[in-house]
């Protein structure tokens, strides 16, 4: 059976996992393909001897070593990060190696450099893994929904920062000490700035948009709101308004600009993306002519997201042993027509908003308020005034038709530097419709 | 730039919205691609005409004189049903030419003699259009879950049965009433056995089982029960135990035996497959390296359903032109390793289950049943007995703990014939876990 030798850069959870899957499933991929998968050798940075299965297997300190071996077909990336996950993927394209890799902040920060390199030396790049986990996400974009203009995606893509809100729906209870028992579990990072501020979720959105719309996106390019700010409070608003509050990756197509935002957001608890609870992904597709897609899974952990490494693993060993190297362009367009497109400005945004303004209880308040917002366009559907005691500070939640974001952002400077408000209004946008 | 020549046979619903999508979305799969794919001829039985865009196309009314252009790349069948969709595929195969078809009634019971004969032919089948419409699930289950044991499938296959079983659910209405105005709006068809009677959902059961285990099956495998029996009480007792009532197919894997089955189903409602509404589809699948995936969309559909088909046209179009044919095996193991394995009879399910008996009130009556029930090892979880009035009909409805599906054929024989009930107690079988 004809041996498709793999080299991995990085042994650890995600490491180690792609291996164990390569291992347990070497029988069934062989029954599936007519190809048998090696792990052939391990590079990390201290010398060290693998657990078993894989006691056996070399393990390399230097990224030219393990790269001179010309037996060597595909170099799978996963220690994560800018560097050395940057020099180490060059250098194996460099030397002629096909490279799978989970780095969605590598991917997103320096993706254009690495798939050139990779074109010129007609390798491919795998990274399946690099959104969603185990969902076959990049696979259907690339393949499944080819005869589509994406008209909008939406995603549900860190797990921890839904797992934190999923809690705190669940338990009422606050994000410092929802947080706090996550990274007790092992759930969130010790640094959980890029899952719980959105920078995760953005990494991930701007590959999605790349290979959505076959242009090159920027990190930059993504309005970026994390949940570290939301309150028991407004997820139980919230709730009495219908919503779940998610953080969610909303990118929609406008044709010559398109929308890139990573933001919390109140989606209507009969949206599919509503029950999507704990640690799980999910991303929503609006396609032209499928209409809406939604794919489910596990977002991360160390199986699912070997399940997927090991996906783009077989599907480049199949290539290679059909001599079809690139048979799909890796940012599924032809390199060539990836071109530029406008990034809608968020000030251009139109939606329902919910505000919760923290106001001096006493008469003409709720008047002053809503006199503000009507000068500015924009229209109350309901209003939650609750816990009324005079002269403390009391919320005020409000639920609005579609309004604009340039519009809202002067409404709420003006209502902010009133003396009747005490703390910054709380405005988180609401998803409408299915695209 | 390159032209993939193709074929449609049926130019009906689908028939056209596959032209149409092709037509539509040609310039953006060229940039995809590098491939033009271009509809040359259509086989009618009739003379005719096609409407614009497409009037110059050759309408062709021989299947012979359809094959013989040996110029057409591929043909895709979408006239449906048995016959003559066989005698054209089989044609269309022994002439040299790629096959892809939505047509999951021939393939669940044909699928073996059409793959060989492809297989020997040396040519493509692709039928991703004929699970789940536009949703991509078999190349989801023959690429992105290469590297998994399937464990479990349950899906949500048929958009008409779940159409009606969610108005019912929406509006209490009865099946018929429901039914009715589904055809009248065009929702069902003017025969809707094999959508309601669950036949159609067990066709794609049978696709999806032999793709996930690489397993031959036959439909006299799967045990099909359908929702025509399914009234408004039992949907609003099922919602007062926290359930909805779905049509769903479920296949477990026990490695030397597999469970083959479609019926209605109690689905506790903070499960994914309990939220998917109106016509939609969805599939669960469990890996047992991925965990739980659900994959959703429109099962069927003119626009949709094209899109599947065109995507299996471009899958097929990019290996004619890299010169890697089946570079993937079509039903996602190498023929030579799709094998025999035995289904697990029905009588050995073990599952909780939702009874409403029909009984004459009176004293004693539930001692009488319950007592039965225990003579069978079924425990009671919950009782619901509404409506007393001596003397008449009322309904007992239970939701039982794990029993034994022998067992519960057993008991409602005996309550079934006892002179307090006056009609076949309804049965209905209750998910549990997520596998």
């Keep these: 059976m004809k041996k498709i030798y793999v080299g991995i850069i990085g042994f650890g959870t995600v490491g180690s996992g792609t291996a164990q899957v390569m291992y347990d499933q070497m029988d069934r991929m062989a029954r599936r393909s007519g190809l048998q998968l090696v792990l052939k050798t391990v590079l990390e940075q201290h010398p060290q001897t693998l657990p078993e299965p894989f006691a056996d297997i070399p393990v390399i300190t230097s990224i030219d070593e393990f790269c ?3 037996d060597l077909d595909i170099v799978v990336e996963l220690i994560g990060g800018m560097e050395p996950a940057l020099t180490f993927v060059l250098k194996a394209i460099a030397a002629g190696k096909h490279v799978v890799t989970a780095n969605k902040a590598l991917l997103s920060e320096h993706g254009m450099e690495i798939f050139q390199a990779a074109a010129q030396a007609n390798v491919e790049v795998g990274f ?3 959104v969603g986990g185990g969902m076959p996400v990049i696979k259907a ?4 929904l080819v005869a589509n203009r994406i008209d909008s995606i939406m995603g549900i893509l860190n797990g921890t920062a839904n797992y934190i809100l999923s809690k705190m729906t669940n338990d ?5 000490e929802v947080l706090k028992e996550a990274q007790d579990l092992g759930f969130a990072e010790a640094d959980p700035t890029y899952d719980v501020e959105g920078i995760d979720t953005a990494h991930k959105l ?16 993504v309005t970026i709101e994390g ?15 219908g919503h779940r509050i998610k953080l969610l990756a909303i990118s929609r197509n406008h044709g010559d600009h398109v929308e890139a935002r990573v933001h919390p957001t109140l989606v209507p608890e009969d949206h599919l993306l509503a029950s999507i609870g704990g640690p799980m992904n999910s991303v929503h597709i609006h396609g032209d002519m499928v209409g809406d897609i939604l794919i489910y899974g596990a977002g991360a952990g160390k199986m699912p997201t070997g399940s997927a490494v090991v996906a783009d693993i077989m599907d480049i060993a199949r290539n290679i042993d059909r001599g079809c190297i690139n048979r799909v362009p890796a940012l599924s367009y032809l390199p060539e027509e990836i071109g530029e497109r406008a990034i809608t400005p968020l000030s251009h945004l139109r939606c329902p908003y919910y505000f919760r303004f923290s106001t001096v209880d006493g008469p003409g308040v709720l008047s002053t308020i809503s006199g503000i917002l009507g000068q500015h366009n924009i229209s109350i559907e309901s209003v939650i005034q609750k816990g009324r ?4 500070t009391v919320p ?3 639920h609005t038709y579609e309004a604009s974001e340039a519009e809202v952002v002067l409404a709420l400077a003006e209502i902010d530097a009133l003396d009747i408000t005490t703390a910054d209004t709380v405005k988180i946008r609401v998803l409408t419709g299915d695209k």
């Excluded at 009422?172 to 410092?176: E, I, L, Q, S, V």
């Excluded at 005691?389 to 403390?392: I, L, Q």
Aim: a negative charge.
């Design 172 to 176: 009422g209870a606050p994000f410092a």
């Design 128 to 130: 399946e893994a690099s």
């Design 141 to 144: 974009m690339k393949e499944g």
């Design 206 to 221: 701007v590959i999605l948009m790349t290979m959505a719309y076959g242009m090159k996106v920027k990190l930059s390019d």
């Design 68 to 70: 001179q071996d010309s």
């Design 227 to 241: 949940i570290s700010k939301i309150e028991p409070t407004d997820i139980s608003f919230a709730k009495a308004f």
């Design 396 to 398: 005020i939640v409000m």
């Design 389 to 392: 005691e005079a002269g403390k």
